[in-house]
């Protein structure tokens, strides 16, 4: 039993987060979230349920959505990560940010930036998408809103989508 060897605590990883490269090591059992959080010190990824449900950790790994409470850090070792931080130029809001904005569809913010991220990757991966109501409540039913009733962030994201010329598939 004296030959066993405990486990390796901690891992380096590198990353691309929002155009910045990082190499840290990590303990092989911090979530994505904390490392984002805590050790990067980008706090606009929320956590709120810890279980994957409520999407407000939702940031883009490679190029897709992704719950960062669920996964480990060490699980993106070489990977590009895109936060809620990547999506303003310096104080100019993007335009998904701005729509948020305009059409009051936030209230206490927290779900906020999931929401965006979420959004982002469905506009950054399709050129068109149903953006009826109920199109538009389907793609962002994976994030919950308890304040809103989502009225006007459904207005959002169509006024974003429009600014950037995605189509409605319906009208295709």
């Known amino acids: 039993m004296d030959d066993i060897k405990p486990l390796a605590q901690t891992k380096k990883i590198s990353v691309n987060i929002n155009g910045r490269n990082v190499e840290k090591d990590v303990n092989v059992?911090?979530?994505?979230?904390?490392f984002i959080r805590h050790e990067l010190n980008l706090k606009g990824t929320h956590v709120g349920c810890e279980h994957g449900i409520c999407g407000a950790?939702?940031?883009i790994v490679d190029g897709k959505s992704?719950?960062?409470?669920?996964?480990f850090a060490i699980q993106t070792d070489g990977s590009e990560i895109k936060t809620v931080e990547s999506l303003a130029n310096g104080d100019?809001?993007?335009?998904?940010?701005?729509?948020f904005h305009d059409n009051h569809a936030l209230q206490c913010g927290y779900c906020t930036p999931g929401l965006i991220m979420n959004i982002t990757n469905q506009f950054d991966t399709n050129d068109s998408l149903d953006l009826s109501d109920e199109g538009i409540r389907l793609m962002i039913s994976g994030n919950l809103c308890r304040c809103t009733g989502y009225v006007n962030i459904v207005k959002a994201v169509r006024q974003a989508a429009k600014e950037i010329g995605i189509k409605d598939k319906r009208e295709i």
Do not use: E, F, W
């Not at 992704?66 to 996964?71: E, G, L």
């Not at 100019?92 to 729509?99: E, G, H, V």
């Open 66 to 71: 992704s719950r960062s409470c669920i996964m």
């Open 29 to 34: 059992r911090m979530l994505l979230s904390d």
């Open 57 to 59: 950790c939702t940031v």
């Open 92 to 99: 100019k809001l993007n335009y998904l940010q701005q729509a």
